[in-house]
């Protein structure tokens, strides 16, 4: 059979990135926080994440200072969802951060970490009964999504006899689209007027509070400022027309971390304004509109992800490598989308950990899944590594580990690295014991012990 006629090509070697960025050629990452990476891999294991307790405290004080230089009164409220490890918690409480949670077991995680009741903020679009009637025995600040938080919570304040103190979450138009319409009231539609109307009407729930969280990964820092004056804007109309006193501004979370998005051209470390800008924004707006409330409001952060992806890193070992069919190099690492839940939309850096080639090539770096989507990146200019080498993956402490996922792997363990240097392991490695703990197959499956007269011959 005659073959079909394919015309030659001829494909360039590529001596480095030719880029603008410049070669980040001959660059490795053999340590972390001053531990090596063999140390640490030998004494917990590959894939690992590791977290330096040093970065989480340093950004911390940083953030809040930037804020408090400007608007005296600010409380930071940990955002459990970003990353609720008790031990990555305990740092941001015992800096003095609040617990926001968004369910029923992050709030029970913050009580068993021993935050008080009225320093936990209970957020989300779904609170059940039973969450809702601790929270108020608990004094927590509780904002509410919808009209059946509402309809529950005045059957509570029925229940106990009093009055409730509640703040309402408030969705609206600060440029930044899509918006995050889906939850609490919209502010343009007068939903969040009517919905504070409604309360009102009763006497049975006092609104103090109003809470907007404009969506994740917001670049633009005059978003917060329009979220600002709009909500000032309301709080004034509030107090006119209700003689409702707001005691608090929570303007949520969504500052970017220096991750670079995949729809990024430059990276993150050059595209984000910095955690001083926001404060500028948002205070200047809070200081400008004072007279929108009786007496100044406590400005409330929901801060996660600014404050915690530059302190994580993944360290994660080279399992195969390959040439694709078009020649493309390829890596298969010990870990993947399963750890990496934000790979979706970030590029991380990528760095081997040991001292490598100069010869950079077009490379798809891949996980260990048997899933045809497990790829941490498609595309990075990498030397060729060996199997048994590590890469180290940054930053990765935001999300990933709660939205982790455990398709087919144990998920590794989680390494705390104290401001002595000394390492702590913070979450154990999975095996099957634990996999299989909540499991129990039912009588007649099991596996009958046949005595030797009854065997088939
Ligand atoms: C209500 C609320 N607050 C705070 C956060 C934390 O946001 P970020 O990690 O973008 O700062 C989120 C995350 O989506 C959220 O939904």
Not at 131 to 143: E, P, T
Not at 167 to 195: H, M, Q
Not at 207 to 217: M, V
Request: a positive charge; proline letters at 5%; glycine letters at 6%.
């Amino acid at each position: 059979m005659k073959r079909e006629y394919q015309k030659p090509r001829i494909r360039p070697h590529i001596e480095g990135p030719m880029n603008k960025f410049g070669s980040p050629t001959g660059s490795h990452k053999d340590s972390i926080d001053g531990i090596k990476v063999d140390t640490l891999i030998k004494e917990f294991g590959s894939p690992l994440f590791v977290f330096s307790e040093r970065a989480i405290r340093e950004k911390y004080r940083q953030a809040v200072g930037d804020f408090s230089h400007k608007y005296s009164q600010v409380q930071f409220s940990w955002s459990y969802k970003t990353n609720y490890l008790d031990a990555i918690c305990r740092i941001f409480h015992q800096e003095g951060s609040w617990a926001e949670v968004v369910s029923l077991f992050e709030y029970e995680k913050a009580l068993k970490l021993g935050v008080p009741g009225d320093k936990i903020i209970f957020n989300g679009p779904y609170k059940p009964y039973e969450a809702l009637k601790l929270a108020v025995k608990m004094q927590s600040k509780i904002n509410v999504d919808n009209m059946e938080e509402i309809f529950n919570l005045e059957k509570l304040a029925t229940e106990i006899s009093k009055p409730i103190d509640l703040g309402i979450r408030v969705n609206l138009d600060a440029g930044i689209y899509p918006a995050w319409t889906r939850f609490g009231f919209n502010l343009e539609n007068k939903a969040a007027y009517s919905a504070v109307a409604k309360m009102h009407s009763t006497g049975k729930l006092r609104l103090r509070g109003l809470h907007c969280h404009l969506g994740t990964f917001i670049l633009e820092p005059k978003a917060y400022k329009t979220a600002i004056q709009k909500l000032a804007l309301f709080a004034k109309k509030l107090r006119d027309d209700f003689a409702i006193k707001i005691e608090y501004i929570d303007i949520g979370g969504g500052f970017p971390s220096t991750n670079t998005l995949h729809t990024q051209y430059l990276p993150g470390s050059q595209t984000n304004p910095g955690i001083d800008k926001f404060a500028e924004m948002i205070s200047e707006e809070l200081l400008v509109r004072t007279d929108c409330f009786s007496s100044p409001p406590l400005l409330i952060l929901e801060t996660g992800r600014a404050l915690i992806d530059e302190a994580g890193y993944l360290i994660s070992s080279v399992v195969g490598t390959k040439r694709l069919t078009d020649g493309t190099q390829s890596l298969t690492l010990d870990a993947g989308v399963n750890l990496l839940f934000t790979s979706t939309w970030y590029k991380y850096n990528i760095t081997p950990a040991q001292p490598h080639s100069d010869f950079l090539e077009n490379t798809v770096i891949f996980g260990p899944l048997c899933m045809n989507i497990d790829i941490v990146r498609p595309l990075i200019q990498f030397p060729a590594l060996s199997p048994g080498e590590q890469v180290v993956i940054h930053p990765v402490g935001a999300y990933n580990v709660t939205q982790w996922m455990q398709f087919i792997q144990y998920r590794p363990a989680i390494v705390l690295i104290d401001e002595q240097g000394k390492t702590h392991q913070i979450r154990a490695k999975e095996n099957l014991e634990y996999m299989t703990m909540l499991e129990s197959i039912p009588e007649h499956l099991q596996e009958k012990k046949q005595n030797s007269k009854t065997k088939k011959k």
